[in-house]
């Protein structure tokens, strides 16, 4: 049974070997899009107050992450959404996204936003079934950068 728990130390190799994993497997064109800086030090990168970082744990391996960062003291930036491939399709993710939702909500804050490229199809349907709307769309190279966003609090975004 997976579990959708806080990380922990000693979760940050398997957590990095996910996320590269992935990245350099099927979002090769993405890599040049987003920071990474963060993965160097994901304790700290997600330590502050009103950030977390949740990972999705079948017995002791990690099968999925999600990030939240701090944008300003009313909106929360989620990042590090990923799945392993074999664990797909079994509403992880979504456990995942409801984790950092919820966490967002018990922060105060009043608008959740997330960024993904053009091809990372799965990402975009689990936030739109979430009820998360398309909010810009900025060219990057080849990619298209695309924002979503979500009111938790009224409808401000």
């Not at 959708?4 to 994993?21: F, G, M, Q, S, T």
């Amino acid at each position: 049974m997976v579990k959708i728990r806080r990380l922990e130390e000693r979760d940050i190799a398997a957590v990095k070997n996910l996320i590269h994993e992935i990245m350099n497997g099927e979002f090769q064109a993405e890599k040049a899009v987003f920071v990474h800086d963060d993965l160097d030090s994901l304790m700290d990168s997600y330590g502050r107050l009103g950030e977390a970082f949740f990972v999705a744990e079948d017995g002791r391996r990690v099968v999925g992450t999600i990030g939240v960062k701090r944008e300003d003291e009313r909106v929360a930036l989620i990042r590090r959404v990923f799945v392993a491939p074999e664990y797909r399709k079994r509403k992880i993710g979504s456990q995942l996204l409801n984790r950092a939702i919820e966490f967002c909500e018990e922060v105060g804050y009043d608008d959740v936003v997330f960024k993904t490229t053009s091809r990372m199809s799965g990402a975009i349907e689990l936030f739109k079934n979430r009820g998360f709307k398309p909010r810009a769309k900025v060219p990057v190279g080849k990619e298209e950068l695309l924002k979503f966003a979500m009111a938790l609090k009224g409808e401000r975004c």
